[in-house]
């Protein structure tokens, strides 16, 4: 058995690949077997993991939801340069390729492309990128200036290498905890018809309620007591939506800024597809069909060095 035949039987070493030219032959002897043995017929599926590496069990879910979906699941380990204002945190961020290839093994990912930044932009600096727009610009657009052109940038790049002429059947699975990233990617597929489903995976916390994140490895166990206050002030605000009472965003930041250590950048309540603040109509009629409805709590702090987003979905999805 090569090692691109155990990787497909699951539960392996994933193929670790680095460049465009290794990921496309790669993915398409992987759909080729799949063709023989595994799709009953049907043409197989593709689905494609993008992350940044420093995996954890909220990415460990984002592989298990594809390798439940999909045929041929791929994920992407590169740490975009483009998306970081701030070249410390671009330097501080985890490199942990060892334990993210065992974590995506172990959820029977099958090929792992994990490029150098030349891989990924053999012309520099790209002189051409997409714009986030609007949408970009508001809360953690403008906290982060740019970071949302870079993302975008870096995932229209990774959907395009990641498929092999197969438009039929072509995933690509991301976290809810970055919501505004998730909504903006929705909309780049629709506004630029990208032939990929995007499918949004729920946040995973651990059991004291703190959404799992990259940077959580970064916080004191002070820090990280204080950092409760996001997920506690959101829970709140969800419990009170259901239960029919007021809203009182004023209250619910007033608490999280009086928390040790927590610096409050924003708490707000705003429309999932457009990250406006909510109105009563929710989504609109040019909104992606996949999108979610409902309200969405978003909040963004700073706990020591270390900043934190979370969110919540307020009303109940029907
Ligand atoms: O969410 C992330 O890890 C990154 O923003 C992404 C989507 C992989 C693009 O670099």
């Not at 080729?32 to 494609?48: N, Q, Y």
């Not at 799992?212 to 829970?235: I, K, M, P, Q, T």
């Not at 707000?268 to 109509?281: G, K």
Request: glycine share 10%; charged share 25%.
């Amino acid at each position: 058995m090569t090692s691109t035949d155990s990787a497909a039987a699951g539960h392996a070493t994933p193929l670790l690949v680095s460049t465009p030219a290794e990921l496309r032959a790669a993915t398409t002897r992987l759909l080729d077997v799949a063709r023989v043995t595994g799709a009953g017929g049907r043409e197989p599926s593709l689905g494609l993991v993008p992350t940044m590496g420093g995996l954890h069990e909220g990415h460990a879910m984002l592989a298990r939801t594809a390798r439940a979906d999909v045929d041929v699941v791929v994920a992407s380990i590169f740490v975009n340069p483009l998306q970081f204002g701030d070249q410390a945190d671009l330097e501080r961020y985890p490199r942990t390729l060892e334990a993210d290839l065992r974590l995506l093994g172990a959820e029977g990912t099958h090929v792992v492309f994990a490029p150098s930044v030349q891989d990924m932009y053999p012309g520099g600096d790209p002189l051409v990128r997409l714009h986030a727009g609007r949408m970009g610009e508001v809360l953690e657009g403008a906290s982060r200036p740019g970071h949302f052109d870079g993302m975008l940038t870096v995932v229209a790049k990774l959907l395009n290498l990641g498929l092999p002429g197969v438009a039929a059947g072509y995933r690509a699975y991301f976290g809810e905890k970055d919501a505004q990233q998730l909504a903006l990617i929705r909309r780049m597929v629709l506004d630029l018809n990208i032939p990929v489903r995007i499918d949004g995976v729920p946040i995973v916390r651990d059991d004291d309620g703190l959404a799992l994140s990259s940077r959580n490895r970064f916080l004191s166990d002070e820090e990280r007591g204080s950092a409760l206050v996001l997920s506690r002030v959101l829970r709140s605000l969800r419990e009170r939506t259901r239960r029919g009472a007021d809203i009182d965003l004023a209250a619910a930041r007033a608490e999280v800024a009086a928390a040790r250590g927590v610096e409050l950048d924003y708490l707000e309540v705003v429309d999932p597809t457009t990250f406006l603040p909510a109105t009563p109509v929710f989504g609109g009629a040019d909104a992606p069909a996949d999108a979610p409805g409902g309200r969405l709590a978003v909040v963004a702090a700073r706990v020591g060095a270390v900043r934190l987003i979370d969110n919540t979905r307020l009303d109940p999805v029907g």
